[in-house]
């Protein structure tokens, strides 16, 4: 059973930064991409950013396009989130996934086939 591991999240004052890690584990396919995506408290899950795992192209929301950057380690099936200029909006949980092949878009949770358990972002104003 494969595993995505989360770890990063916390605490931080708006305008700081934070880096979310997300590790597979016992992965036993290949993958088409790497996702984020958070919810906050009252609203619904939506999309923050994807890496294709074959040539790193990403994709990202307009909320967070220049603040937030998505990449990827191949060596050690391992996708990342750099969080900066972090915005009391930003807080929510954040959860990383991974999809085997692309479905309906890199955009939409239904194209992904597993799920880390989510990590908290707190961002005080």
């Known amino acids: 059973q494969v595993q995505l591991v989360e770890s990063g999240g916390g605490l931080v004052q708006a305008g700081g930064s934070l880096r979310l890690s997300c590790a597979a584990v016992r992965v036993t396919f290949s993958t088409y991409a790497m996702g984020w995506f958070r919810q906050a408290p009252g609203k619904e899950r939506e999309f923050v950013a994807a890496?294709?795992?074959?040539?790193?192209?990403?994709t990202y929301a307009a909320s967070v396009k220049g603040r937030l950057t998505i990449s990827r380690d191949s060596a050690k099936n391992t996708v990342y989130l750099q969080m900066n200029s972090l915005k009391a909006e930003d807080t929510a949980v954040y959860y990383c996934?991974?999809?085997?092949?692309?479905?309906?878009?890199?955009?939409?949770?239904?194209?992904?086939?597993?799920w880390g358990q989510g990590t908290q972002v707190t961002v005080s104003s």
């Open positions: 890496i294709r795992w074959s040539g790193a192209t990403t």
């Open positions: 996934a991974g999809a085997i092949r692309n479905l309906y878009g890199v955009v939409s949770p239904l194209s992904y086939d597993y």
